[in-house]
Each structure stands twice: as C-alpha cells, then as structure tokens.
C-alpha cells in the first residue's frame, strides 16, 4: 500500500491508500416498477407535506420579514406550475400560480383579506390535482386568529 505524507513528511498522521478497488459481480436484482398508483400516492404525500408548511405559514401570527419558508413557497409554486401541471390547466390556471408566488414574496407584508384569497387559490390548486382542501378560513387573515 501507498502511503499518502503530509507535508514536512510526517508519516505518522498519514492515510493508507489502496492502488485498486475490485467491485464483486453483483447480481440481478428485480425490483418492482413503480407503477402508477404508487407515484400517485408518493406525489400526494409530497403535495400534502409541501402544503401543510404553506397552511401553517399562513396562520401563523407572527412571520419574520424574510421567511425562508416563503421562499419555499415560492419555489414550490413554480415547480408545481412548471413541471406537474399538464399544458391545457396552465394556460386556465396560470394567473393562479402567478398570484400566489407574487403574495408570498411579499409575506408577510399582506393584507388580511389577501391571506383569505390565498386560501381559496390553494383550494383551487388542490383541486386541480384530484384532492381536496378541507380547512375553513377561521384564524386565517384575521388579526386576533379568532373566527
């Protein structure tokens, strides 16, 4: 084996190098494809979890000026708009996405009636997507987060 030396030459701390690695024959293995049903359910996960960080943001009372979190939003938008939502929706639906990217740049610097039109564009998005939004607006867009 090689020795690597640091330099002054010190051969105590240095490492131990091999000159070849040799990778065994591995064998076949047979994995499942993931089929469509199981890429559905791995995208609704996805989509939940990614919304569920939006629906708490937009409850939460106070929101520091440069939310990491809004940023996410943002970049979460755009990807579903880009790369999720087939051609026919966006061209229906683009203002939507557009409306929302542009809100949570702004958060949390928006108006009360602003978070309440937030969350009927979300409702809308999951539909679009084949899902339902079950939340009401109670303690969204109010000042004192009662209904």
């Given amino acids: 084996m090689q020795m690597l030396k640091p330099e002054g030459g010190n051969t105590k701390t240095g490492l131990e190098v091999k000159k070849s690695v040799s990778i065994p024959k591995l064998k076949p293995i047979k994995v499942k494809s993931l089929c469509e049903e199981s890429a559905r359910d791995i995208f609704r996960a996805y989509f939940n979890n990614k919304m569920t960080v939006i629906l708490l943001l937009l409850q939460k009372r106070r929101v520091e000026p440069d939310s990491y979190s809004a ?24 203002r939507v996405f557009q409306w929302l990217k ?3 740049k702004r958060f949390p610097y928006v108006k009360p009636l602003q978070k309440r039109k ?24 109010r000042r004192d987060g009662h209904a």
């Fill in 71 to 94: 940023m996410r939003a943002v970049i979460f938008f755009d990807d579903l708009y880009h790369h999720m939502l087939p051609n026919a929706y966006q061209l229906s639906h683009g």
């Fill in 102 to 104: 542009l809100f949570f």
């Fill in 118 to 141: 937030a969350l009927e564009y979300l409702k809308i998005i999951y539909q679009l997507f084949g899902m339902k939004l079950n939340v009401t607006d109670a303690g969204i867009g």
